[in-house]
């Protein structure tokens, strides 16, 4: 199919979209799957499967697709999702939460929670991916929120930027190290400064959320539904919840320092992990059994536990009253969950159908200088498939013979790496599973969530590539 038509196909794609999700109010879910099936049958994607032959691929029909899109995305997602809202819930339900909040509000002042926030989201996502790592954060967040008295997007938006920043940019994260490995770029270069660029990003994340959030976002129903649930509300759900909270009550709440060390359990058992692959060879032991007990779904079931036993059976509680409590946190995780997927198989419908490979070539066309055409590319390729590691993989690959081949010296190749990387960064919207995981837990409506989250992504891959572009010209200069 002609490369203008696939932009056209794409482009009307994401409009509809749009249009059915906010101007008609059609449910995400469902607007997402309907436009993959468009988005295939006008590109040509087969009805079903076509099997490879020896000059040609297998192709995947536009329901395999669909499928395996959103397979792929519910595989890392949805395990993530479910524990992290029993975590979360369990903490709430045990005082736990406001019990932390009060605490640093108390030692900060509620003037700088936000920036304190910010800047331990910044350490914790080096070693952590972007959506454990905010999943895991977001109890924090309702509590603060609560006993400030605010919408949890007014402290979640920074600590979510900033973490995909890190997560775009820093090792050990796999975009940015597969990416490095494709252009045979330094890796220790690459992580000293993908961090010194990140520090800067989250200074500028915080003052711009403070931008974006003066204006009052209303909260989503499901959203609104878990975070006054979280708050201590009176409501009954098909749980027990109320009945939870009213036997809590008469329980001193758990401390500061418990619920802050069941919050970096799994954040140290996940670094440990990341920490052994990078550090050990591959056929050693301490590796596999590190790399095991670091693994996020590990890492957080055994948190789960730890929180049910400390905050829950050691205070008193029955195991029916806690199999209730952990029970009551699925709704509103399965809402999460399904519009996650259904974005990674909308995702999975633009890359088989050719959308992202045309607008790559058509960039790739146009002569322009190797660290802007980076950075384009990647923007593009980000923009039309959603996801950030794909983009960083897919331009890389796309340059690495002009860049190998170039006589670039080994800093401008890293920097030319983190050029890709925070144009990975910008553009996050509706075919993006984590526009769906950070606009569904901060109750944003697709239209606030492209107001506020994408434009505070865009903002910080413009700004991560700026710092890059100076950074290359010293480079250059020097070379």
């Known amino acids: 199919m002609p490369t203008p038509l696939l932009l056209a196909i794409g482009a009307a794609g994401i409009a509809l979209l749009l249009v059915l999700i ?37 192709r995947l029909g536009i329901i395999p697709a669909i ?4 397979g792929g995305t519910l595989g890392s997602v949805a395990i993530l999702v479910a524990l992290g ?22 030692l900060l002042g509620p003037r700088r929670v936000s920036g304190a926030l910010t800047a331990a989201a910044l350490v914790l996502a080096i070693p952590v991916f972007f959506d454990v790592g905010f999943i895991i954060l977001v109890p924090i967040v309702y509590g603060f929120s609560h006993a400030a008295g605010l919408n949890p997007v007014k402290f979640g938006l920074p600590i979510a930027g900033i973490m995909l920043a890190v997560h775009v940019a820093v090792p050990p994260h ?37 931008v974006l959030n003066r204006r009052e976002y209303p909260m989503l129903a499901s959203t609104k539904e878990m975070f006054d649930a979280f708050g201590g509300g009176d409501e009954v759900d098909a749980a027990g919840a109320s009945a939870a909270k009213t ?17 970096i359990t799994p954040l140290v058992m996940i670094g440990l992990g990341t920490t052994a692959a990078t550090l050990l060879p591959a056929d050693s032991a301490l590796r596999a059994v590190l790399g095991f007990i670091g693994a996020p779904v590990f890492a957080l079931l055994v948190t789960v536990v730890l929180a049910g036993y400390f905050l829950g059976i050691r205070r008193g509680w029955s195991a029916a009253h806690l199999s209730d409590v952990f029970e009551g946190a699925l709704p509103p995780a399965a809402i999460v969950i399904l519009v996650t997927g259904a974005g990674g198989a909308f995702a999975r419908i633009l890359t088989e159908s050719g959308i992202g490979k045309a607008l790559a070539d058509t960039l790739l066309a146009t002569g322009l200088p190797i660290i802007l055409m980076a950075f384009l590319v990647s923007l593009a390729l980000r923009a039309a498939q959603g996801s950030a590691t794909v983009a960083i993989l897919t331009t890389a690959g796309l340059l690495s013979s002009a860049i190998t081949g170039g006589g670039y010296s080994s800093l401008q190749i890293v920097v030319i790496a983190l050029a890709i990387a925070f144009g990975a960064l910008g553009l996050s919207h509706v075919n993006d599973s984590g526009f769906w995981v950070v606009t569904r837990y901060l109750g944003l409506s697709v239209s606030d969530g492209l107001r506020s989250w994408t434009v505070l992504t865009t903002v910080l891959g413009v700004a991560g590539f700026l710092i890059t572009s100076v950074i290359w010209l010293v480079v250059s200069a020097a070379a």
């Open 22 to 58: 906010v101007r008609f109010k059609v449910n995400a879910f469902l607007a997402l799957l309907i436009t993959s099936v468009l988005v295939g049958l006008a590109t040509g994607v087969p009805l079903a499967n076509v099997p490879a032959t020896e000059t040609t691929p297998e």
């Open 174 to 210: 796999p975009g940015i190290v597969g990416g490095a490995a494709l252009l045979g770029a330094d890796v220790g270069w690459l992580t000293i400064l993908g961090i010194l660029i990140a520090i800067p990003l989250g200074v500028l994340a915080h003052f711009v959320s403070k």
């Open 85 to 106: 809202s029993m975590l979360g819930r369990i903490i709430e339900l045990s005082g736990g939460a406001s019990s932390l909040a009060g605490r640093f509000t108390k």
């Open 67 to 70: 499928i395996a899109g959103m």
């Open 247 to 263: 036997a809590t009550k008469t329980l001193a709440p758990p401390s500061a320092g418990m619920i802050l060390t069941l919050i």
